[in-house]
């Protein structure tokens, strides 16, 4: 029988600040199947980015399982994590996260270098990556010089570039004019459909609703279906 891609189950995270709780998750079961594009809808502070950050192995629940293909992960070692993320799981951020030392090249490259691929490896896949997202003409230039869009595009080259499962994308437009905007969920939508990996996308934007395949919402940490 085949296991959805990520499921969650019955998950909480709470987070002590000084003598506070702060519950940012509730009790929350979710499947992402292979081949979705999934959005999640909610207000800031919701929970959206701590439910994406426990299916990219980037947290781990106060209680609950998260599962990867079958595998639960929640209580992997911090290199079993590493090695997820590096492996199954391309990140999208709103603010980019690039290195501003590194040229669009090597931000892009990063992910493999971790991986210890082979120079020549790592160079056909790169240039490859930023010519999918229109920027074969833009591998030396720094984050500094290029505009906001162009710095998504190169954060969504380094996401795609070793091939992952899933794809968690992080209010990616939120930095962005609505050109710029359409021109990256375009973009995502596109590379999605070509590659096949299912996108978890959370948002407060009405415009990726679009390109859903299944929507949900999330509301004091706990996940509504159908919003």
């Given at each position: 029988m085949a296991h959805p891609l990520v499921e969650l189950k019955e998950v909480s995270k709470t987070y002590v600040a000084g003598e506070a709780q702060i519950h940012a998750l509730?009790?929350?079961?979710?499947?992402?199947?292979?081949?979705?594009?999934i959005t999640v809808s909610?207000?800031?502070?919701?929970?959206?980015?701590?439910?994406?950050?426990?299916?990219?192995?980037?947290?781990?629940?106060?209680?609950?399982?998260?599962?990867?293909?079958?595998?639960?992960?929640?209580?992997?070692?911090?290199?079993?994590?590493?090695e997820i993320r590096?492996?199954?799981?391309?990140?999208?951020?709103?603010?980019?996260?690039?290195?501003?030392?590194?040229?669009?090249y090597e931000n892009v490259a990063l992910p493999l270098l971790l991986q210890g691929r082979k120079r020549s490896e790592i160079k056909e896949m790169a240039e490859n990556a930023l010519a999918r997202v229109g920027l074969a003409n833009r591998m030396r230039?720094?984050?500094?010089q290029l505009s906001g869009g162009e710095m998504q595009r190169v954060?969504?080259?380094?996401?795609?570039i070793h091939k992952p499962r899933l794809i968690l994308a992080d209010e990616p437009t939120g930095n962005l004019d609505s050109e710029n905007s359409q021109n990256v969920l375009e973009l995502v939508a596109e590379l999605h459909q070509e590659d096949g990996f299912t996108v978890v996308m959370a948002t407060h934007d009405q415009m990726p609703l679009r390109y859903a395949t299944r929507r949900v919402g999330i509301t004091d940490g706990r996940l509504e279906?159908?919003?």
């Open positions: 509730r009790g929350v079961s979710f499947r992402a199947e292979p081949g979705e594009f909610g207000p800031s502070g919701s929970g959206k980015s701590t439910f994406l950050h426990l299916m990219g192995a980037v947290d781990a629940p106060s209680s609950g399982e998260v599962f990867l293909d079958g595998r639960e992960i929640s209580r992997l070692s911090d290199e079993g994590l590493s590096l492996r199954d799981v391309g990140f999208i951020h709103q603010f980019f996260h690039l290195m501003p030392t590194m040229t669009a230039s720094f984050p500094r954060a969504v080259a380094r996401a795609i279906e159908g919003c």
